[in-house]
């Protein structure tokens, strides 16, 4: 395929010199020692360690290089050479902390050993491993375990997550939720309905087989940059990619490759997408059923003419119910509606329809874009119902592919992180265990939030999240979390959620992956699930930042031990000494997945777990791939509630963050430099209030529940964005969020569609 050249409009393909001066920035910046940054090469390595930033697929035969600017700089933050000591905390006072900046919170440095907070000298002092354990056995014993809420933000490893859980369960509580709650949940609902797995069904093989890819609202040169590798080597075979964003992000565009010399020293680049559509925010559904609309017209013609089909008739028969009502259905949407909530015209939709149909084996990425609206799981559905009208599911080189965030969310998942007691495997634990697990459902993130605002919530277990900064309606949250008796806070670097602590709070700073985690036993690993299914194991190579760190493993036996004592049959001391016991156990539980575990976990490019509608096995209900017909092609029941003027905002990530982890505060792709407090406008939505380049703006929530969300000191950028659309970052903009504005049926918070008015900053001082 004949490579085009860089477009004028674009100068920031993601990758190249720009992505290798961003990641030689952060290796200074954090003072990591030379020899330090050759850990970079065991990066993503069969024998090294796997990266702590995202989750995608680890390939068998991995490049020399197999990190990207992304992983490279969660490296060196992990492997910085600052410390957050004991001194630091004598010289500033929690209140003053609170007054920091997020990355500068981070940017201080490891933390170095465990910390109480003092409440009368305001300062987290130093306690030790024994006493904290104690004390946070007692509380927990003394406190009701509905109550209390185990959150595990998706980094844990397998053997952490598989160990918290059943403690959590043993104490007596369903309560473990975690980040996939606010991010992918959207899908564990949608696809488990539809085609009876709850995860991505294509692995890396498929990039090779696939003739065309969709990408639904995921920012794969931010993200998850490993993945353009892949890409890039489709394109290369002459593999369209089609997009659906609201925003023309670089990253989706064009790919120098910065592990190509001839892209590096040539103004040549890989084109990305073939085709790009910038459709409104929230208008998923919307184009969805305009695709499908186009593929069922054109199978009509076909049929009318006597040609082959263009619908996969005998997978619909044999593989599936509901088609038609739900072609029903998309028959009598008309293009108008379609157009008007996709904001895309028939002409552009039906290109890419024509494309589809053209297309032996499809796959379609996607990701936070589709998942965080309130018709979240709709979209999902409807991923599916457009795959499956030609069969590309459960064949080579197509299916739907929901691009994981954390390092190891699906993971945890697997191995029993879940509130929903039908998802974990009780029955087994309980034999397993000799325990009597509780069987009523626990709370998600977003539940325990709504329960801790109502003061419902005694006790937090917080491993590795920064919940009052990444969860909705921090105006409500924060509040409620200062108000808790018990905040325990396992962490690498201090965050925000550490400064407004509970009546009783500790931070339990623990290793990194990229650490040696020495035990009884010797030099333990862990493992993890990668975003295609594939299990894999991760060793350590720095030494710890402090000695008096402990890993997540030591620390939840620590935990688990000293608050179930006698009332728990595990000997949480020989699993924290040697961690392949965990395993073995894992094993025992999911014998389909884990079995050889040990040996298995080594396997270059890791193994899969089996994934029945890869085989075209269905296990929903109903024994088949389920079609579905939307409620509503308006993607937003609040929108309704319609106001003149109302826009609608969603909250995105630069590739200067990690989710609340700010690295820096410009944002290389969108050109956006020293501020994230900034919002993106369409220029005539800009003209017609007229609001100027660079003016400060307040933003206020239209949502009709008496509490007033608003956030001032926005500063305006003018921006290739749909009318009515606005963007800005998260978590910056999470006090806008409502937290009852979640998809209904996952309750994954609405992050992408909140529904808002602008005010320009001298109107609102006037009022
Ligand atoms: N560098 C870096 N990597 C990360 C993270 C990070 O913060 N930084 N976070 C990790 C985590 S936990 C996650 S979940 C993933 C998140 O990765 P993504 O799924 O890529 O999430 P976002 O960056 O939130 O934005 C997604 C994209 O959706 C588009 N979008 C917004 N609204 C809509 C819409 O209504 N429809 C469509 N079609 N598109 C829309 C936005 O323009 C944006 O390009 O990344 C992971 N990787
Ligand atoms: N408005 C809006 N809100 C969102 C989103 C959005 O797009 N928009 N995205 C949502 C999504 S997809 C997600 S996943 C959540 C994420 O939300 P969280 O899970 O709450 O947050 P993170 O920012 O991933 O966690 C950061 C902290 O992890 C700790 N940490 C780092 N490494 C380790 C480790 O190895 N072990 C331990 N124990 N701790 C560690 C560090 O101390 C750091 O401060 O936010 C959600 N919130
Ligand atoms: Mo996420």
């Known amino acids: 395929m004949k490579k085009e050249r860089k477009s004028e409009a674009y100068p920031y393909s993601s990758g190249g010199w720009g992505s290798l001066r961003a990641v030689a920035h952060i290796v200074a910046q954090e003072k990591v020692a030379l020899k330090d940054s050759r850990i970079l090469l065991r990066q ?84 030790s491993w024994q006493e904290a354990f104690d004390e946070i056995g007692r509380a927990l014993q003394a406190t009701d375990p509905d109550k209390v809420v185990f959150y595990t933000s998706g980094r844990a490893s397998l053997e952490t997550s598989y160990m918290l859980q059943l403690f959590a369960r043993m104490y007596g509580t369903n309560n473990l939720a975690d980040s996939s709650n606010m991010c992918h949940e959207s899908t564990s609902v949608g696809l488990t309905e539809a085609i009876g797995v709850g995860v991505s069904t294509i692995t890396l093989d498929d990039f090779e087989k696939t003739d065309l890819m969709f990408f639904f609202g995921q920012n794969v040169g931010t993200n998850s940059p490993r993945m353009l590798h892949p890409l890039q080597d489709a394109r290369e075979r002459g593999v369209e990619i089609i997009t659906f964003n609201p925003l023309r992000e670089p990253g989706l565009i064009s790919f120098s490759n910065p592990q190509s010399p001839v892209q590096m020293l040539t103004p040549d680049h890989t084109q990305i997408s073939t085709q790009y559509h910038q459709l409104k925010t929230g208008g998923d559904t919307a184009a969805l059923v305009g695709l499908c609309k186009a593929v069922i017209a054109a199978d009509d013609a076909t049929l009318a003419n006597g040609l082959p089909r263009v619908l996969d008739d005998d997978f619909i028969r044999e593989h599936t119910h509901g088609f038609e009502d739900f072609a029903l259905y998309v028959r009598n949407t008309h293009w108008a509606d379609i157009e008007r909530v996709s904001g895309l015209s028939q002409i552009d939709i039906e290109r890419a329809a024509h494309a589809y149909i053209q297309a032996n084996a499809v796959i379609v990425h996607y990701g936070m874009g589709l998942t965080q609206h309130r018709m979240g799981v709709q979209n999902v559905r409807m991923v599916c119902n457009f795959l499956m009208l030609r069969g590309n599911i459960g064949k080579p080189g197509a299916g739907p592919s929901p691009v994981r965030g954390h390092s190891n969310v699906q993971g945890q998942r697997t191995v029993g992180i879940t509130e929903k007691p039908e998802l974990a495997p009780l029955d087994r634990l309980a034999e397993q265990f000799s325990f009597e697990p509780p069987r009523t459902k626990g709370m998600n993130t977003v539940e325990a939030f709504e329960a801790m605002v109502k003061d419902e919530v005694s006790a937090v277990f917080n491993l590795g999240g920064n919940l009052v900064r990444s969860v909705p309606d921090r105006t409500q949250t924060e509040p409620a979390w200062s108000r808790l008796r018990l905040t325990v806070n396992v962490a690498t670097k201090l965050n925000r959620s550490h400064l407004v602590p509970g009546a009783v709070s500790f931070i339990l700073p623990c290793l990194s992956r990229i650490e040696i985690d020495r035990q009884a036993s010797g030099e333990q690993a862990v493992s993890m699930e990668d975003s295609t299914g594939c299990m894999h194991g991760s060793r350590g190579v720095t030494e710890p930042a402090s000695p008096d760190l402990r890993s997540e493993p030591f620390i939840v036996a620590g935990i688990a031990k000293a608050t179930l004592r006698d009332r728990s049959t595990v000997d949480w001391d020989a699993w924290r000494d040697d961690y392949s016991r965990v ?31 890869r085989e075209r096995k269905w296990k929903t209900p109903g024994g088949k791939a389920e079609f579905a017909a939307p409620a509503t092609l308006e993607e937003d029941p609040d929108m309704s509630v319609r106001e003149p ?79 009515g659309c606005l963007a800005g970052y998260y978590p910056e903009c999470n006090p806008l969020l409502p937290l009852w504005h979640y998809a209904k049926e996952s309750k994954v918070p609405g992050a992408k569609s909140i529904p808002v008015r602008i005010v320009a900053q001298h109107l609102q001082s006037v009022d």
Not at 79 to 89: A, G, I, P, Q, Y
């Open 44 to 127: 993503n390595k069969p024998d090294g360690f796997m990266c702590v930033s995202c989750s995608w697929a680890k390939p068998a035969d991995p490049h020399t290089f197999e990190f990207c600017e992304s992983g490279a700089k969660a490296t060196a933050w992990d492997t910085t050479s600052k410390r957050v000591t004991h001194d630091f905390f004598r010289a500033h006072t929690v209140s003053e902390l609170l007054t920091w900046h997020d990355h500068d919170l981070e940017e201080a440095g490891r933390l170095t050993g465990p910390l109480r907070y003092d409440a009368e000298t305001d300062r987290y002092v130093p306690v």
């Open 645 to 723: 003027g109302a826009l609608r905002l969603m909250t995105l990530r630069s590739d200067s963050q990690f989710n609340t982890t700010i690295y820096g505060l410009d944002d290389r792709f969108r050109g956006i430099k020293g501020t994230r407090m900034v919002i993106l406008m369409n220029r005539e939505d800009m003209a017609a209030r007229s609001l100027k380049e660079g003016e400060h703006v307040t933003l206020e929530t239209i949502a009709h529940d008496g509490i007033e969300r608003r956030v001032a000191g926005l500063r305006l950028v003018p921006y290739d964005i749909p009318k």
């Open 583 to 613: 395993r073995a156990e894992i094993a025992k539980t999911y014998p389909d997945i884990f079995h050889d575990f040990e040996s298995r976990m080594w396997t270059p490019g890791g193994f899969h777990r089996p994934l029945p509608a």
